[in-house]
T-cell receptor
Framework: DQQVKQNSPSLSVQEGRISILNCDYT??????FLWYKKYPAEGPTFLIS?????DKNEDGRFTVFLNKSAKHLSLHIVPSQPGDSAVYFC????????????FGSGTQLTVLP | EAEVAQSPRYKITEKSQAVAFWCDPI?????LYWYRQILGQGPELLVQ????????DSQLPKDRFSAERLKGVDSTLKIQPAELGDSAMYLC?????????????FGSGTQLSVL
């Protein structure tokens, strides 16, 4: 039973345009969400996070939106750059839980020059 | 910037053999995690340590997998015997403390191929 779902395995966008990556979750106890980026043969690196008390968090070109009622979050990258090409994982956790992060299956983003 | 160190980067073994992976977390990080990532899937938690104690190993296949963090610093994950389905990337991560709003720092992983 996947508690965190990324239904799009891949996404291609043109350089300079907006990339929108989506993530859905089923566990209503999740209250903290993170996005990680992963290049081939490397470990995931933290990108941006959001707490359930907020509905938006920005960091430079990256913005995460959270819709708690729909149990949906999205990552917007504007403008997209070729160096953004990587696998993006959505992850979620429950405050106070010993088990840390539950990951989605990832979305391969390709930014075309 | 401090990093989580893992070795080896790649390991090829035959089924029924024993393999071991090593992880050295960022200095001062009390919490250490081992994740397994199968191609096309997200990382899945195998075991979590707080200092030298296991906090969560509910997803660790204990008939063949073992993990230890004897001095509360570096850690070893062992598989014996390895099976074909164990082929995956094994990721180690650390964080200063085990609270949910704290990001994890991942190592580069060990890519295991079982033939």
């Amino acid at each position: 039973d996947q508690q965190v779902k990324q239904n799009s395995p891949s996404l291609s966008v043109q350089e300079g345009r907006i990339s929108i990556l989506n993530c859905d979750y089923t566990n209503s106890m999740f209250d903290y969400f993170l996005w990680y980026k992963k290049y081939p043969a490397e470990g995931p690196t933290f990108l941006i996070s959001i707490s359930s008390i907020k509905d938006k968090n920005e960091d430079g070109r990256f913005t995460v939106f959270l819709n708690k009622s729909a149990k949906h979050l999205s990552l917007h990258i504007v403008p997209s750059q070729p160096g953004d090409s990587a696998v993006y994982f959505c992850a979620a956790s429950v405050s106070g839980s010993a088990r840390q992060l539950t990951f989605g299956s990832g979305t391969q983003l390709t930014v075309l020059p | 910037e401090a990093e989580v160190a893992q070795s080896p980067r790649y390991k090829i073994t035959e089924k029924s053999q024993a393999v071991a992976f090593w992880c050295d977390p960022i200095s001062g990080h009390a919490t250490l995690y081992w994740y397994r990532q199968i191609l096309g899937q997200g990382p899945e938690l195998l075991v979590q340590f707080q200092d030298e104690s296991v906090v969560d190993d509910s997803q660790l296949p204990k008939d063949r997998f073992s993990a230890e963090r004897l001095k509360g610093v570096d850690s070893t994950l062992k598989i014996q015997p390895a099976e074909l389905g164990d082929s995956a990337m094994y990721l180690c991560a650390s964080s200063p403390r085990a609270i949910s709003n704290e990001k994890l720092f991942f190592g580069s992983g060990t890519q295991l191929s079982v033939l």
